[in-house]
């Protein structure tokens, strides 16, 4: 698919919901978008709040975490937010939106790790992370107390490396099992890709029973990120892992399931280097980022439930993606912000795979 031109641009953006080319001036008011996210600059790792000064993205309160941060969680009351290390991760924090100040830490314990992501339950009571047994290399949810974060159970995933979890409308808890052998010894390297088992997995929320398990044909094609998108259709991000490297990058990266068709790979034209960074929903499907061909790609869902795809923003490094109010998708490359417009980031500031909108 060609590089979209201005007007393609401008068409995109109305698509997603934005209002296209809004001045960056008009965003200097009370309600000028801010983001939550986690970021490297001057080879520290931080956590934290972003905004606009001067039609700039730069940090407002800022957090230094020990390692890299990955998964980010606004807490429901939104005063506070949880960031979990990247994998093979040992900490998770709490801390404080508009300060930045750290209010919790938790370490976990020796016999496992945290793959990057949490979520709440429905009720707000329990925190859900994904984990690996350090010793089994089976894949685990850590169910917490939400208010103290210490542990309280740890279930079996249904596969090894989960990574992102979310909970249905239902209550159900949902798991991208990303499928690839880890070891502790060699940190994030991947192992005996010819057995991957990557899986779609929804578990009941209170108990941990699995209800359910689907997976892909291609067993080379990793579930890594969810979203819930319309009429009930959960998008999951997906990672090539071939051996070839032409069918690697030109593999799909968006996988969509629904309870009627089940688990289904979306149509691609090959173009997205097989590597989906982040996914988030907009009013009529859904967007995956694609940092290795500098691109964020939209998908529309049809009424019957088949998908296409439908247009692309080139964007240096896209990666991390954040949804917003009525369907806009802000993407975060690494040196340009795009919502409305595009921004600069503060210089030497470097956004990592996700971040979530506060407002604007």
Not at 2 to 15: F, I, K, N, S, V
Not at 119 to 133: A, C, F, H, I, K
Not at 330 to 348: D, I, M
Request: glycine share 12%.
């Amino acid at each position: 698919m060609p590089m979209a031109t201005d007007p393609a641009r401008r068409q995109w953006l109305q698509g997603a919901g934005v209002l296209a080319l809004l001045p960056a001036a008009a965003w200097a008011r009370a309600d000028a978008p801010e983001w939550l996210a986690a970021w490297d600059s001057s080879q520290h790792h931080h956590v934290g709040r972003l905004g606009l000064v001067a039609a700039r993205v730069q940090p407002q309160a800022t957090l230094e975490v020990p390692t890299r941060a990955h998964g980010l969680l606004v807490e429901p009351h939104g005063r506070t937010a949880l960031a979990v290390a990247r994998r093979p991760g040992d900490w998770l924090v709490r801390f404080d939106i508009r300060s930045g100040r750290a209010l919790q830490w938790h370490w976990i314990d020796a016999d496992a790790q945290f793959n990057g992501h949490a979520v709440p339950s429905r009720d707000g009571r329990l925190l859900y992370t994904t984990q690996t047994d350090r010793e089994t290399g089976e894949g685990r949810i850590g169910v917490h107390d939400a208010r103290t974060l210490a542990p309280l159970h740890r279930w079996d995933s249904g596969g090894r490396d989960p990574h992102q979890l979310l909970v249905g409308a239902d209550g159900s808890l949902w798991v991208a099992n990303g499928g690839i052998d880890t070891r502790p010894e060699t940190g994030r390297r991947k192992h005996d890709l010819e057995r991957m088992d990557s899986s779609l997995v929804c578990l009941d929320a209170a108990s941990g029973q699995p209800r359910g398990q689907w997976r892909l044909d291609d067993r080379r094609l990793s579930l890594r990120h969810l979203a819930f998108g319309p009429h009930g259709h959960l998008g999951i991000a997906m990672q090539a892992e071939h051996d070839d490297p032409q069918a690697r990058a030109a593999a799909p990266v968006l996988a969509v399931w629904d309870a009627r068709r089940g688990l289904r790979v979306a149509p691609s034209d090959g173009a997205t280097g097989g590597y989906g960074g982040d996914i988030a929903a907009w009013r009529e499907g859904f967007v995956v980022s694609c940092p290795r061909r500098d691109r964020a790609v939209r998908w529309r869902l049809a009424p019957d439930g088949s998908v296409a795809q439908h247009d692309l923003l080139p964007l240096e490094g896209a990666y991390a993606l954040a949804a917003g109010r009525q369907g806009v998708v802000s993407v975060a490359g690494t040196t340009a912000v795009l919502q409305a417009a595009t921004l600069p980031l503060q210089g030497g500031l470097q956004i990592d795979n996700h971040w979530q909108q506060l407002r604007g």
